[in-house]
């Protein structure tokens, strides 16, 4: 292990698609929730970050709310993923900046997309669509492409046409994640899923119908970032990372990049082993982005748990990637059956597994490694988590 | 000219950085910034050339032509007001440099008959004060 930093705690506030709740309100009903799960107080509290965007809380907000004193704190944008905010966090404890942080992220993305209605934001973001457009939207707009969706398509159907994958390879990650989250008592949609539902569903864009799609939805999530020589005492197990990824060797472009069939994820996959001894064949399970079932794909693909262009073939059928397969995945349902939360649900969701905290979704394997892939497109980080 | 079946389309913000792309078409050209010193082609237009660091750039024309890369076929009302009719959205490369792309609308032909490596040429859409470049089958 190379780091000195561990997760002791996450929180989850009310789910919902719609809870006309603030994001402030919802982030401090997580942030509770994950000081409670890691046995601490608010006193030990010395830190605290945040994924800030649109139609979230910010750190400062919760600083105040909550009368917290700090060492170290920061809202945070994007970056290597949407959870750069907990890649800083873990570097801040590492470098001795605090002993206990709080990494947050609240939405009401759901809530502020119902109140402007369709067309009336920009898909997966609480911005309303503007009269001109510029910044990355600049060179979508005007064309009728807005969603991250159709350009992650142009990827899947990329990848498709070099190798071969197919609509009834890609139903799986869809499939596979529903039958999870209908073991998981939070997910959103937990009715069962078959390949004819998925076949004869409406098209978004080709070659992705619905429920290659997540959903936008209200949330928190938050984690406990501590150092390791302080966790005496605490409730759970530390859980160590053993190595993080934030590389990126490549142009950070959705139409620049040097090969359409992967994202920039492909260059995280392959520089998170440089970081650790630990190899694909180590990991018990992989929580990875699926914003759309395509980046889950690329991300099994980029981890080196199949060869280039072989992600096809490997989920094939479902069962390698079902909670009592060799490589469980997403196994809360993911962002397609369990909700938007912006890349923050994966880590949690490793942690529960990691615990045996999963319920009726626990996978059997006594898992001890799990990988946790978040962003897709022109962002990517990953992490390795190991049970100390 | 194109006759497009109606996505939401926006227009983008002008700025002194991208009007030659977004109005060139007005004059019938496709412009694309270049690096007057190293000779690279940008895009999206860039304030530096990110190989010599040169910042002596001026926009281009080229020719045109472009190759589909990648695409996909859009079946989503993203707004109340656009078409439902299908359309194709794509990333098409073009001919002058390695890797260099664009997206970009596939029209003037049914979506079906779409295909990766379809040789294509651009055509403009009026949009507000700009020229949208869609491109469209080259063998119609």
Same mark, same amino acid.
């Given at each position: 292990?190379?780091?000195?930093?561990?997760?002791?705690?996450?929180?989850?506030?009310?789910?919902?698609?719609?809870?006309?709740?603030?994001?402030?309100?919802?982030?401090?009903?997580?942030?509770?929730?994950?000081?409670?799960?890691?046995?601490?107080?608010? $006193?030990?509290?010395?830190?605290?970050?945040?994924?800030?965007?649109?139609?979230?809380?910010?750190?400062?907000?919760?600083?105040?709310? =909550?009368?917290?004193?700090?060492?170290?704190?920061?809202?945070?944008?994007?970056?290597?993923?949407?959870?750069?905010?907990?890649?800083?966090?873990?570097?801040?404890?590492?470098?001795?900046?605090?002993?206990?942080?709080?990494?947050?992220?609240?939405?009401?993305?759901?809530?502020?997309?119902?109140?402007?209605?369709?067309?009336?934001?920009?898909?997966?973001?609480?911005?309303?669509?503007?009269?001109?457009?510029?910044?990355?939207?600049?060179?979508?707009?005007?064309?009728?492409?807005?969603?991250?969706?159709?350009?992650?398509?142009?990827?899947?159907?990329?990848?498709?046409?070099?190798?071969?994958?197919?609509?009834?390879? =890609?139903?799986?990650?869809?499939?596979?994640?529903?039958?999870?989250?209908?073991?998981?008592?939070?997910?959103?949609?937990? $009715?069962?899923?078959?390949?004819?539902?998925?076949?004869?569903?409406?098209?978004?864009?080709?070659?992705?119908?619905?429920?290659?799609? $997540?959903?936008?939805?209200?949330?928190?999530?938050?984690?406990?970032?501590?150092?390791?020589?302080?966790?005496?005492?605490?409730?759970?197990?530390?859980?160590?990372?053993?190595?993080?990824?934030?590389?990126?060797?490549?142009?950070?472009?959705?139409?620049?990049?040097?090969?359409?069939?992967?994202?920039?994820?492909?260059?995280?996959?392959?520089?998170?082993?440089?970081?650790?001894?630990?190899?694909?064949?180590?990991?018990?399970?992989?929580?990875?982005?699926?914003?759309?079932?395509?980046?889950? =794909?690329?991300?099994?693909?980029?981890?080196?748990?199949?060869?280039?262009?072989?992600?096809?073939?490997?989920?094939?059928?479902?069962?390698?990637?079902?909670? $009592?397969?060799?490589?469980?995945?997403?196994?809360?349902?993911?962002?397609?059956?369990?909700?938007?939360?912006?890349?923050?649900?994966?880590?949690?969701?490793?942690?529960?597994?990691?615990?045996?905290?999963?319920?009726?979704?626990?996978?059997?394997?006594?898992?001890?490694?799990?990988?946790?892939?978040?962003?897709?497109?022109?962002?990517?980080?990953?992490?390795?988590?190991?049970?100390? | 000219?194109?006759?497009?079946?109606?996505?939401?389309?926006?227009?983008?913000?002008?700025?002194?950085?991208?009007?030659?792309?977004?109005?060139? /078409?007005?004059?019938?050209?496709?412009?694309?910034?270049?690096?007057?010193?190293?000779?690279?082609?940008?895009?999206?237009?860039?304030?530096?050339?990110?190989?010599?660091?040169?910042?002596?750039?001026?926009?281009?024309?080229?020719? /045109?032509?472009?190759?589909?890369?990648?695409?996909?076929?859009?079946?989503?009302?993203?707004?109340?007001?656009?078409?439902?009719?299908?359309?194709?959205?794509?990333?098409?490369?073009?001919?002058?440099?390695?890797?260099?792309?664009?997206?970009?609308?596939?029209?003037?032909?049914?979506?079906?008959?779409?295909?990766?490596?379809?040789?294509?040429?651009?055509?403009?859409?009026?949009?507000?004060?700009?020229?949208?470049?869609?491109?469209?089958?080259?063998?119609?």
């Amino acid at each position: 292990m190379n780091f000195d930093v561990c997760i002791t705690g996450i929180g989850s506030s009310a789910i919902g698609r719609v809870l006309h709740r603030e994001p402030v309100d919802l982030a401090i009903e997580g942030c509770m929730a994950a000081m409670a799960d890691a046995g601490l107080t608010r $006193d030990d509290i010395d830190g605290i970050t945040a994924f800030h965007i649109e139609g979230s809380a910010s750190v400062i907000q919760v600083i105040d709310a =909550m009368g917290l004193k700090v060492n170290w704190f920061a809202d945070v944008g994007y970056g290597p993923s949407q959870v750069t905010a907990l890649f800083d966090g873990i570097m801040a404890v590492q470098t001795g900046r605090a002993r206990h942080v709080l990494a947050f992220h609240s939405s009401c993305e759901g809530t502020v997309r119902q109140a402007l209605g369709r067309g009336g934001t920009i898909p997966g973001a609480a911005t309303a669509i503007p009269e001109r457009v510029s910044g990355p939207q600049e060179w979508w707009l005007p064309f009728g492409a807005p969603s991250a969706g159709n350009h992650i398509a142009m990827y899947a159907q990329r990848h498709f046409h070099e190798f071969g994958t197919t609509r009834e390879q =890609m139903a799986q990650i869809a499939l596979v994640e529903r039958a999870n989250a209908g073991r998981n008592p939070e997910a959103i949609y937990r $009715d069962p899923l078959t390949m004819d539902d998925y076949l004869s569903a409406r098209m978004i864009s080709e070659p992705f119908c619905l429920f290659d799609c $997540d959903i936008p939805i209200d949330f928190c999530t938050a984690v406990v970032v501590s150092r390791a020589d302080s966790t005496s005492g605490l409730r759970k197990p530390p859980i160590s990372i053993e190595a993080m990824s934030t590389a990126c060797h490549s142009r950070l472009s959705w139409d620049q990049f040097d090969d359409l069939s992967t994202m920039v994820l492909r260059d995280v996959g392959a520089d998170l082993w440089r970081h650790t001894d630990l190899r694909p064949s180590d990991v018990d399970l992989a929580q990875v982005y699926d914003g759309f079932s395509f980046i889950a =794909m690329a991300w099994l693909e980029a981890l080196g748990f199949c060869g280039r262009g072989e992600i096809g073939p490997f989920i094939e059928g479902g069962t390698r990637i079902s909670l $009592d397969g060799e490589l469980p995945v997403n196994t809360n349902g993911g962002q397609l059956s369990a909700g938007r939360k912006h890349g923050w649900g994966y880590l949690p969701e490793a942690c529960i597994q990691l615990w045996g905290e999963g319920q009726a979704r626990q996978v059997p394997n006594d898992p001890e490694v799990a990988v946790v892939g978040t962003g897709g497109g022109t962002f990517a980080g990953a992490l390795l988590l190991g049970r100390s | 000219m194109a006759v497009d079946p109606g996505p939401m389309r926006v227009p983008p913000l002008l700025t002194d950085l991208n009007r030659d792309y977004w109005t060139g /078409g007005l004059a019938g050209e496709l412009r694309i910034l270049r690096c007057q010193d190293c000779g690279l082609w940008l895009h999206p237009p860039t304030p530096v050339c990110r190989r010599c660091l040169s910042r002596h750039l001026a926009a281009e024309a080229v020719s /045109g032509q472009a190759t589909v890369a990648a695409f996909t076929i859009n079946h989503h009302q993203w707004s109340p007001t656009a078409t439902v009719e299908r359309y194709v959205i794509a990333i098409v490369d073009l001919p002058e440099q390695a890797d260099l792309r664009q997206t970009t609308n596939i029209v003037n032909c049914p979506v079906e008959a779409v295909y990766i490596g379809m040789p294509v040429t651009v055509v403009f859409e009026p949009l507000a004060d700009v020229a949208v470049p869609l491109f469209e089958p080259r063998d119609r």
